[in-house]
C-alpha cells in the first residue's frame, strides 16, 4: 500500500477551509453578541445607561440667551436697556452686566451675579448671588430680583433634559464655568 504524502491529501484542504470558514463565523457571531450587550449598565427604570455627554456653551451663545431672558424683564427696570454681556468665572459664577440708557447724564449699570447650579429635579438653576444698579441712586426690589432669575431659568430650561434621536434621552448631572464656557454634564439613556 503506498502512502501519499500529507500535504497532497485533499482531504487536509478541505479541512483547513472548513476550519477557517467556521473561525470567521464564529467571530462575527461574538462580535454580534457582545456588540449588542455592550457597556449598558440597567438602570432598573426601564432605560439603559449609555453614558455621559458634555455640551458647552461658548461665550458668544451664553451671551444671547442672557440678553433674550433679560430683555423679558425691560418693564421692571428703571432704565431701557441698551446692551447685555456675560463674564464668566472658572468654578461658577456669570457676571451679567446691563447697560442702559443714559437718563439725566448717568448711564445705568445693572451687574446680576449669577452662580449655575443642577436643582434636586435635574433642572439647570441659575440663582442670582447678587444684583448691584451703579450710576443710578435708586434700588430694585427682591421681584425684580426674581423676575430675572425666573426669566433666565425660562431661557435655558432646555438644556436641562431632553432627545438625541435615534431613542437617545439626556438629563442634566452637573454644571460649571471656565472662563470663556458654561459646561453641562448630562446622562445619555435609552429606553430599550
Do not use: W
Not at 458647552?56 to 431672558?69: K, R, T
Not at 448717568?106 to 449655575?116: A, E, R
Request: a negative charge; one cysteine or more.
Amino acid at each position: 500500500m503506498k502512502r501519499t504524502p500529507l500535504l497532497l491529501q485533499p482531504s487536509l484542504y478541505i479541512g483547513l477551509v472548513c476550519g477557517i470558514i467556521t473561525a470567521v463565523l464564529g467571530g462575527f457571531l461574538a462580535i454580534m453578541i457582545l456588540s449588542s450587550h455592550g457597556t449598558a449598565v440597567n438602570s432598573g427604570t426601564g432605560a439603559t445607561t449609555a453614558g455621559n455627554i458634555t455640551i458647552a456653551l461658548d461665550h458668544n451663545a451664553l451671551d444671547l440667551g442672557m440678553q433674550l431672558a433679560v430683555k423679558q424683564v425691560q418693564p421692571q427696570l428703571p432704565f431701557t436697556i441698551t446692551s447685555v454681556s456675560t463674564n464668566l468665572r472658572p468654578g461658577d459664577e456669570i457676571d451679567v452686566t446691563v447697560i442702559g440708557e443714559p437718563v439725566f447724564g448717568v448711564t445705568p449699570n445693572l451687574l446680576v451675579t449669577l452662580s449655575p447650579t443642577v436643582a434636586q429635579d435635574g433642572t439647570l438653576d441659575f440663582r442670582v448671588q447678587q444684583v448691584q444698579l451703579v450710576g443710578m441712586n435708586v434700588s430694585l426690589s427682591g421681584a425684580v430680583n426674581q423676575a430675572i432669575e425666573q426669566a433666565i431659568n425660562q431661557q435655558f430650561a432646555g438644556y436641562s433634559r431632553g432627545s438625541l434621536g435615534g431613542g437617545l434621552q439626556y438629563q442634566l448631572l452637573d454644571v460649571r464655568t471656565t472662563s470663556d464656557t458654561l459646561i453641562l454634564t448630562a446622562r445619555v439613556t435609552s429606553s430599550s
